[in-house]
């Protein structure tokens, strides 16, 4: 019978004290087991915490750890005292943990990585079956170290990604080699530390690995594929980029990264406005534009100027970058220089050009050469007559003034036919020192009565002007044509022509800008 309850006895069976006291301790169990412990201390038996299950005043079940003890030492004058604890949730706890242990194992198990717990010394403390499987020569794992069993290692192995992360107390990363011979080489292994609740100290260590066998063996695969791809391309002497939609570079050859001055790592990623003035960029990118619109490839000649400094006219070829479903992800361009081959065909055509001129010139000459056979023997008959009929006229005869102008223009139209025989090739000019002044005056006192009554010819002649080696007759005819020509000009109307001579100096750029066929040098010239 109880007769006396303190509150935490209230408090834990939901009962009043009054509604305690004066009732039979079987009110608080949940069974009869237990009450024989009353028995056990009248017989003088120790008696140690036992365990009971009572139960609240509501029904719930409550779990107690009770402690029994005479109160005067003797029984049973004095009456026993029950000291209660309630143990329910640690019977809760010890309930789930197997359970929940069932559960973390499932957990464990169906993961198909490998899972290695161990303690701070690197002894194995619980391993998953995947770990069993890869390692099964060595099995059973659990209490052995892990280099040993993992790497067949009497030290730890290097670099050890687990005792790292044992020092720095942070998870650390590591691609190590499997055992040689397995079928696991390359594994990716994360050591996780498991610290005690509120502190930093480590109690053991999780170690998550993975099989990145066949990952490596891509990787490397793609590494040799791409050391295969780059090395064609920078065999290739021609400059090749590669852009995606946006133009952005994701990849050159070495001659294309030497002309933009950069290695290829710092084009990646930028656009063609990093490296060209505006204009040209602008260029680029709407040729870009149009291969993707258009998805067809595009040829374009353009002059580059690029950021090396080399200028070269270009013959570029973009076509569609596709992946391997058909869709367009960018462009592929190779630029070739053809200034070279430009140069060589414009030379070949001024070559042809100028074989054509010569044939032209040798049909002309040969047509030249016999009109001027023919009208030299005309012109032969016209000064013999005229020397026998000047030799006739009596010296005030008023027509010997123009029978001596036709000697002169026989004259002049025989040098007229030795210029034509030597254009031909018949004969050859008579070179010689001669004053272009002389010439000038000479030809303009004969081309007086030949040009326009309204037209005044007006000469302009620098004195002592230096001599000039050529054929005077082909001076003759070039400042006759100059005359006549300008003459011709002002046709009916009033005008003045005017001849002048002098001496200028000339440099490179005035001689190029002649129509003289062969390279001259800078100097003074009549």
Same mark, same amino acid.
């Not at 309850?5 to 509604?19: F, H, P, S, V």
């Not at 609740?197 to 170690?207: A, F, L, Q």
């Not at 479903?325 to 070949?348: H, M, P, Q």
């Given at each position: 019978?109880?007769?006396?309850?303190?509150?935490?006895?209230?408090?834990?069976?939901?009962?009043?004290?009054?509604?305690?006291?004066?009732?039979?301790?079987?009110?608080?169990?949940?069974?009869?087991?237990?009450?024989?412990?009353?028995?056990?201390?009248?017989?003088?038996?120790?008696?140690?915490?036992?365990?009971?299950?009572?139960?609240?005043?509501?029904?719930?079940?409550?779990?107690?750890?009770?402690?029994?003890?005479?109160?005067?030492?003797?029984?049973?004058?004095?009456?026993?005292?029950?000291?209660?604890?309630?143990?329910?949730?640690?019977?809760?706890?010890?309930?789930?943990?197997?359970?929940?242990?069932?559960?973390?194992?499932?957990?464990?198990?169906?993961?198909?990585?490998?899972?290695?717990?161990?303690?701070?010394?690197?002894?194995?403390?619980?391993?998953?079956?995947?770990?069993?499987?890869?390692?099964?020569?060595?099995?059973?794992?659990?209490?052995?170290?892990?280099?040993?069993?993992?790497?067949?290692?009497?030290?730890?192995?290097?670099?050890?990604?687990?005792?790292?992360?044992?020092?720095?107390?942070?998870?650390?990363?590591?691609?190590?080699?499997?055992?040689?011979?397995?079928?696991?080489?390359?594994?990716?292994?994360?050591?996780?530390?498991?610290?005690?609740?509120?502190?930093?100290?480590?109690?053991?260590?999780?170690?998550?690995?993975?099989?990145?066998?066949?990952?490596?063996?891509?990787?490397?695969?793609?590494?040799?594929?791409?050391?295969?791809?780059?090395?064609?391309?920078?065999?290739?002497?021609?400059?090749?980029?590669?852009?995606?939609?946006?133009?952005?570079?994701?990849?050159?050859?070495?001659?294309?990264?030497?002309?933009?001055?950069?290695?290829?790592?710092?084009?990646?990623?930028?656009?063609?406005?990093?490296?060209?003035?505006?204009?040209?960029?602008?260029?680029?990118?709407?040729?870009?534009?149009? *291969?993707?619109? %258009?998805? =067809? #490839?595009?040829?374009?000649?353009?002059?580059?100027?690029?950021?090396?400094?080399? +200028?070269? @006219? /270009?013959?570029?070829?973009?076509?569609?970058?596709?992946?391997?479903?058909?869709?367009?992800?960018?462009?592929?361009?190779?630029?070739?220089?053809?200034?070279?081959?430009?140069?060589?065909?414009?030379?070949?055509?001024?070559?042809?050009?100028?074989?054509?001129?010569?044939?032209?010139?040798?049909?002309?000459?040969?047509?030249?050469?016999?009109?001027?056979?023919?009208?030299?023997?005309?012109?032969?008959?016209?000064?013999?007559?005229?020397?026998?009929?000047?030799?006739?006229?009596?010296?005030?005869?008023? *027509?010997?003034? %123009?029978? =001596? #102008?036709?000697?002169?223009?026989?004259?002049?139209?025989?040098?007229?036919?030795? +210029?034509? @025989? /030597?254009?031909?090739?018949?004969?050859?000019?008579?070179?010689?020192?001669?004053?272009?002044?002389?010439?000038?005056?000479?030809?303009?006192?004969?081309?007086?009565?030949?040009?326009?009554?309204?037209?005044?010819?007006?000469?302009?002649?620098?004195?002592?002007?230096?001599?000039?080696?050529?054929?005077?007759?082909?001076?003759?005819?070039?400042?006759?044509?100059?005359?006549?020509?300008?003459?011709?000009?002002?046709?009916?109307?009033?005008?003045?022509?005017?001849?002048?001579?002098?001496?200028?100096?000339?440099?490179?750029?005035?001689?190029?800008?002649?129509?003289?066929?062969?390279?001259?040098?800078?100097?003074?010239?009549?």
């Amino acid at each position: 019978i109880l007769v006396e309850a303190n509150d935490a006895l209230c408090a834990m069976t939901g009962y009043a004290r009054e509604e305690l006291l004066n009732q039979d301790i079987r009110l608080l169990y949940a069974e009869d087991a237990g009450l024989g412990f009353a028995e056990g201390l009248r017989a003088g038996s120790p008696m140690l915490p036992i365990e009971a299950r009572w139960r609240r005043k509501d029904g719930s079940p409550l779990h107690i750890l009770l402690t029994v003890a005479p109160v005067d030492g003797k029984l049973p004058s004095g009456g026993l005292t029950l000291a209660v604890t309630d143990i329910s949730e640690r019977r809760r706890i010890e309930e789930d943990l197997p359970r929940d242990q069932h559960f973390l194992s499932l957990i464990l198990e169906s993961i198909q990585d490998g899972i290695s717990v161990l303690s701070p010394d690197l002894t194995v403390q619980h391993v998953n079956s995947v770990m069993k499987d890869w390692y099964r020569e060595n099995v059973p794992l659990e209490g052995k170290k892990c280099h040993c069993v993992y790497h067949n290692s009497p030290t730890p192995c290097h670099p050890c990604p687990t005792l790292r992360c044992i020092q720095s107390g942070q998870t650390e990363k590591e691609e190590i080699r499997g055992l040689p011979g397995a079928s696991n080489e390359w594994l990716e292994l994360y050591s996780y530390p498991m610290k005690e609740p509120g502190s930093d100290r480590i109690i053991g260590i999780v170690e998550f690995v993975r099989d990145i066998t066949k990952r490596k063996k891509a990787e490397l695969e793609l590494v040799q594929k791409n050391a295969l791809l780059s090395g064609l391309l920078n065999s290739i002497s021609d400059l090749v980029f590669f852009k995606d939609r946006e133009g952005h570079y994701m990849g050159c050859n070495a001659e294309f990264a030497h002309s933009i001055g950069q290695p290829v790592e710092a084009i990646i990623g930028r656009t063609c406005h990093d490296f060209f003035d505006s204009a040209t960029a602008a260029l680029f990118s709407n040729q870009d534009l149009e *291969v993707m619109r %258009s998805e =067809q #490839e595009r040829r374009y000649e353009t002059w580059i100027e690029y950021p090396n400094g080399m +200028q070269i @006219l /270009a013959d570029v070829l973009k076509c569609p970058l596709r992946e391997e479903s058909g869709r367009i992800i960018g462009l592929v361009g190779v630029s070739r220089d053809i200034t070279e081959r430009r140069n060589l065909e414009e030379e070949r055509r001024r070559a042809d050009e100028q074989m054509q001129q010569t044939q032209k010139l040798e049909s002309l000459g040969v047509l030249a050469g016999g009109i001027a056979h023919d009208f030299n023997n005309i012109l032969t008959a016209i000064q013999g007559h005229a020397d026998l009929a000047l030799f006739d006229l009596p010296a005030a005869s008023p *027509v010997k003034e %123009s029978v =001596q #102008e036709i000697q002169r223009a026989a004259q002049r139209a025989g040098e007229l036919c030795h +210029q034509m @025989l /030597a254009y031909s090739g018949q004969t050859s000019f008579a070179l010689q020192t001669l004053s272009i002044n002389d010439v000038i005056e000479e030809m303009a006192n004969l081309l007086k009565t030949s040009i326009s009554k309204k037209t005044v010819l007006q000469l302009q002649l620098e004195p002592f002007l230096p001599g000039i080696l050529a054929d005077p007759s082909q001076i003759r005819q070039v400042v006759m044509n100059l005359i006549i020509n300008a003459s011709e000009a002002i046709g009916e109307d009033t005008g003045v022509i005017t001849v002048s001579s002098g001496v200028m100096y000339c440099d490179d750029p005035n001689l190029k800008d002649t129509a003289m066929p062969e390279d001259l040098s800078p100097g003074n010239y009549v």
